[in-house]
Structure formats: structure tokens, C-alpha cells
Nanobody
Framework: VQLQASGGGLVQAGGSLRLSCAAS???????MGWFRQAPGKEREFVTA????????YYADFVKGRFTISRDNAKNTVYLQMNSLEPEDTAVYYC??????????????????WGKGTQVTVSS
């Protein structure tokens, strides 16, 4: 599985960005998601979506602001980020996994990772 994230950048507080993650694989995965890591902080699990269904998971700190979606035909997952705050500044990583969980809470990580994309929110 290869994952390529893009779409990061610099935005003012209150603004929006959309991240994309293009995936290639021989066998489709069960779930894809996004993590982030701010300087000096531990990695955080942000959101996940199942590849064949409509189940999603959001961390509390992004509920109502971020939306994950997928385009199966393009093997791409998107993260629409609205109402961005300076605290959202981090490197965002796309990830994927074959493992199935009941609640889609992959806080301990996923198996496949892409290179991160920097998101910077200025105040």
C-alpha cells in the first residue's frame, strides 16, 4: 500500500483547507484515516473512514469542523478542514489498515503510512 498526501499549506484562523490522500494497493484496505503531529507533541488520531461503507470516526477536537470522505473510483480520501484554529497546526499524515475494529478508533496507529503534509494556521 502506498499513500501520498497533499493539500497542506498556510491559512489564517477561521479558514479552510482540503487534504487529499491518493492510495495505491493490490488488495483494498478496510479503513483509511488521518493523524497529525504538532511540534513537541505526540501523534494524534484525527479521523477514519471505512473503504467499503459509510462508517466514520472523528476525534472530539475536530467534530463539527472536519469531514472525511472518499472517492473509491480515484482511490482517494479527502479531509475537509473548516474553521481552522492555530491549534490545528501540525503535520498531517494519511494512513490505512486492513484490520477491522468495532469503533474505528485507531488511536494506536494504522499499518500503512504516507508522508505528511504540513498545515499551518496563523492567528
Amino acid at each position: 500500500v502506498q499513500l501520498q498526501a497533499s493539500g497542506g499549506g498556510l491559512v489564517q484562523a477561521g479558514g479552510s483547507l482540503r487534504l487529499s490522500c491518493a492510495a495505491s494497493w493490490r488488495t483494498s484496505v478496510y479503513v483509511m484515516g488521518w493523524f497529525r503531529q504538532a511540534p513537541g507533541k505526540e501523534r494524534e488520531f484525527v479521523t477514519a473512514i471505512t473503504w467499503s461503507g459509510d462508517n466514520t470516526y472523528y476525534a472530539d477536537f475536530v467534530k463539527g469542523r472536519f469531514t472525511i470522505s472518499r472517492d473509491n473510483a480515484k482511490n482517494t480520501v479527502y479531509l475537509q478542514m473548516n474553521s481552522l484554529e492555530p491549534e490545528d497546526t501540525a503535520v498531517y499524515y494519511c494512513a490505512a489498515d486492513h484490520r477491522v475494529t468495532d469503533d474505528l478508533n485507531y488511536k494506536y496507529g494504522m499499518h500503512y503510512w504516507g508522508k505528511g503534509t504540513q498545515v499551518t494556521v496563523s492567528s
